[in-house]
């Protein structure tokens, strides 16, 4: 897998030296460099490449203007490289990949491109996946009406979720999480050893949750299914998960066919 990329920066330099860290990884194929945000908007929508390095600090269009600039086509994934750590916040806001600080470090930048690989990776089987059912729409109807549907795929759910709390950026393993209850657009989000506040509606972290997964049980309530140790039956057709870490959250009867699966 080659990963097309381009680096915007202003400063040559940065360039020539991102460029040479780069060349320690074959699979990595630098397709262009632009010094300003607009020839970075225009290049990105024409070449269409799988990575961007983006300087965010550019006389003109920042970086985050740029991304704004490629929101109408599908964006291509995006690492942060700048001098100012005050910037870290608005780049994980951004989604980007990672961020890193310049001059840049070494083995930062391998653990960059390795969360890179994994991220096309996740989009390409995904991709292979909706071609295979086109095809099959159109020669074996029977077929696709077989298969299981399981939305988009496993490869659309997150793995990490960054959560903006406090002040500071928490990269979150959704593994980890095991619970998470809403209280009107937010969201506090538990896990073994810690609980964040995360303002986003149920409705919206749900998509983002794969449903094998995360279940909600009540209508302030999700819970991660793999962390249920015990279900204690309770009145009138509801009953309680007991988790790992011993916390209990109720189930309301609409939901209760989630219990099913614990019982039968």
């Known amino acids: 897998m080659t990963i097309r990329t381009i680096i915007v920066d202003d400063e040559k330099l940065a360039i020539q030296g991102l460029m040479l860290r780069l060349e320690k990884f074959p699979d990595v194929e630098i397709i262009d460099t632009c010094s300003n945000g607009r020839e970075a908007i225009r290049k990105i929508k024409t070449e269409k490449p799988d ?35 005050e910037h870290a916040v608005r780049a994980f806001e951004a989604n980007a990949v990672n961020y890193l600080m310049k001059p840049v470090d070494e083995d930062k930048l391998a653990d960059t491109l390795e969360r890179v690989r994994t991220r096309l990776a996740e989009k390409r089987s995904a991709e292979e996946a909706e071609k295979l059912k086109t095809v099959l729409a159109e020669v074996a109807p029977d077929a696709i009406e077989a298969m299981p549907d399981d939305g988009e795929g496993t490869a659309r759910y997150e793995k990490l979720i960054n959560i903006k709390d406090r002040g500071q950026i928490f990269r979150v393993d959704v593994d980890s999480i095991e619970r998470i209850e809403a209280a009107g657009d937010y969201m506090c989000i538990y896990t073994a050893d810690n609980s964040l506040i995360l303002r986003e509606t149920m409705k919206d972290l749900e998509r983002r949750l794969d449903p094998r997964v995360f279940q909600r049980v009540h209508r302030s309530w999700i819970v991660n299914l793999n962390q249920v140790r015990q279900v204690k039956p309770h009145t009138n057709g509801e009953c309680f998960l007991i988790l790992e870490s011993g916390a209990d959250v109720k189930v309301s009867r609409s939901y209760r066919d989630v219990v099913a699966r614990f019982v039968h």
């Open 51 to 85: 990575l961007v390095f983006l300087d965010i600090q550019m006389p003109g269009f920042d970086g985050f203007s740029v991304v704004k600039g490629v929101m109408e086509i599908e964006p291509p994934l995006i690492v942060f490289v700048t001098a100012y750590q």
